[in-house]
Each structure stands twice: as C-alpha cells, then as structure tokens.
T-cell receptor
Framework: GAVVSQHPSWVICKSGTSVKIECRSL??????MFWYRQFPKQSLMLMAT?????????EQGVEKDKFLINHASLTLSTLTVTSAHPEDSSFYIC????????????FGPGTRLTVT | RKEVEQDPGPFNVPEGATVAFNCTYS??????FFWYRQDCRKEPKLLMS???SGNEDGRFTAQLNRASQYISLLIRDSKLSDSATYLC???????????FGAGTTVTVRA
C-alpha cells in the first residue's frame, strides 16, 4: 500500500526559531499533498494544499508567511514553521492524495512540535 | 456550523458488546465518506470507505443516509484493540479536500 513518511517525528525548539518538517511519499508519486494541524482532543484542521510545482493553497486563517510550504518534487513536500511560538505547538500531519484519483488520503505518522 | 459533527463519547463498552455511533455532515454536495481510526498520538488510518448501499468489513458495518445526511458505524463483538477514536471524514469539493469530525472515542474494557 501507499506509504507516507514524515521527519522528524518530534521536535522541540525555542521560541523564535524555525522548524522544517518533511513529508515523503515512499512508493508512489504524489502530485497533491495536504498539511494538517491537530490540537489535543480536537479534529484535524487542514492548513494547506500542496501541489507539486506550484504555490500552496492555504486555508482561511492560516498565515502563508508563517507556514511556508514547498512541494518541489513528486515525492517531497516540506512545511517550515517560521518564528515559532508556543501557540504553534501541535501535532502536524501530512497526507498524500491517492494517486488513483479517489478522495482517499494516505497519512504520514505526524510530527509533534513543542515550542518552548 | 461545523461541516462534520460527531458525538465525542466516550462510549465505554465491555468486550463482546456492540457499539454504534453516527455523524452528520452539513454539505449536501458531499461525495465521499470514510471512517478513519486514530489511536492516541498517532496518525489517522483508514478503517473503511462508506458507500450508499452500506458496506461491511468483518465486524464493522457502515451506513450512509444521504437524505438525512448522516453516516453510521457499528462495531460488533468489540475487542480490546478496538479502543480508539473514530473519525468521520467527508470529501466535498472538487479539489479533493477532506473534512474531519472531531472523533468519537470508544473504550472497550475487559
């Protein structure tokens, strides 16, 4: 089956620094990837849609200058949290759209970010 | 109004019991429906897609009622390993985005 990896699985950083999270599709090409954020006991909230070779589409209320997304190849999308603050601490999950064209998405294992 | 709403539970059931719960969705143009399972501090994993005719996968049965805009999941003969949060997920738009419910927590006790 389709496998998506994320790196790192967890990261602790100081306030004001930037953190880059990588999302890779391991055995298929992903033209579309999605980035989500999940706070404790809450639902996954879509942050942005990442399309290979083009600019990401951000959801309302998500600052594109703070959450930089790059989808430079068919197997890699990156999310950079710039000037992180404690309120950015969350579980960040990426997913890749099913290459067969269905709505199904394959999720990475997530990255737990803690900003101190 | 949230796009997908679920009873958060928790549903605490003994092993072997049957447990069922629903979710409702607000957009009548929704096209795809799924149940995902999420364990604590892990990513969601697809449990099953939900089809208009209803479908079954082992001990799990999913139903879709388009007229009333709700989806249900029934778990028969609950196992301890069924303890998890079950996410109701709906695909609406032509850009293949998914909307997630906040999840229903199920705890199966010995």
């Amino acid at each position: 089956g389709a496998v998506v990896s994320q790196h790192p699985s967890w990261v602790i950083c100081k306030s004001g620094t930037s953190v880059k999270i990588e999302c890779r599709s391991l055995d298929f090409q992903a033209t579309t990837m999605f980035w989500y954020r999940q706070f404790p006991k809450q639902s996954l909230m879509l942050m942005a849609t990442s399309n290979e070779g083009s600019k990401a589409t951000y959801e309302q209320g998500v600052e594109k200058d703070k959450f930089l997304i790059n989808h430079a190849s068919l197997t890699l999308s990156t999310l950079t949290v710039t000037s992180a603050h404690p309120e950015d601490s969350s579980f960040y999950i990426c997913s890749a759209r099913d290459p067969s064209g269905s709505y199904e998405q394959y999720f990475g294992p997530g990255t737990r970010l803690t900003v101190t | 109004r949230k796009e997908v709403e679920q009873d958060p539970g928790p549903f605490n059931v003994p092993e072997g019991a049957t447990v069922a719960f629903n979710c409702t969705y607000s957009n009548s143009a929704s096209q795809s429906f799924f149940w995902y399972r999420q364990d604590c501090r892990k990513e969601p994993k697809l449990l099953m897609s939900v089809y208009s005719s209803g479908n079954e996968d082992g001990r799990f049965t999913a139903q879709l009622n388009r007229a009333s805009q709700y989806i249900s999941l029934l778990i028969r003969d609950s196992k301890l390993s069924d303890s998890a949060t079950y996410l109701c997920v709906v695909g609406v738009s032509n850009d293949y985005k998914l909307s997630f419910g906040a999840g229903t927590t199920v705890t199966v006790r010995a």
